[in-house]
């Protein structure tokens, strides 16, 4: 798909060097053709370009933080390998007793210690896991590198669609400062050709034949 977008826009630069547009030193002038009163043309180099949808494409933001997600997954299929430390406490506070009959008759009462208090601390270490934490490893890895590939080709898809949208204005530009000039080259004509028929020299069908 890549190559085919960029013959594409090989041929578009081929046609854009044939109709003689200035692309000098990967500038060009946006919107060409204007009339009175609009916002005024650009001067847009590729490199600007490519920052500009690195900045602001959503696509590539979404690729990042897809590329962000991995590198995380990554991080914490390596925390396997390491040492776990859990620590636990627990205070309570228990209330005398009191025993009696069915009938609640020929009550006793009981004292009890009030308060009691548990710490524990637990430490774990993986000694043998059958390789399930290096192949989680290495699958995050390679979720990691596929995420890097993905985001590298739609930068590049991106990139050269884009390219290629500009390289499309600066071939209309030129077309259009071609027409502009033939149109004008016309009218001189016309208007020679109109003194001429004036003085009797060419006759009315010669201005409108042409």
Known sequence: MIQSLLLQRVRRVLACLVLA?????????VAPARPSGSSPAVALSADSLFRLIDERSRVLKLRALQVADADEGATVARTARLPQLNASLYVGYLGNGYLTDRNFSNGLGITNPHSHDNFAIEALQVIYSGGAITGAVRLADLNRRMALLDSDESRQQVR??????????????????????????????????????????VLENDITRY
């Open 21 to 29: 547009v200035p692309f000098v030193g990967g500038h060009a002038q």
């Open 160 to 201: 050269l669609l884009m390219l290629g949208w500009l390289i499309d204005l600066h071939c209309h530009g030129g077309q259009a400062r071609v027409i502009a000039d033939n149109i004008a080259l016309a009218e001189e004509v016309l208007a020679t050709m109109r003194a001429r028929y004036a003085e009797g020299v």
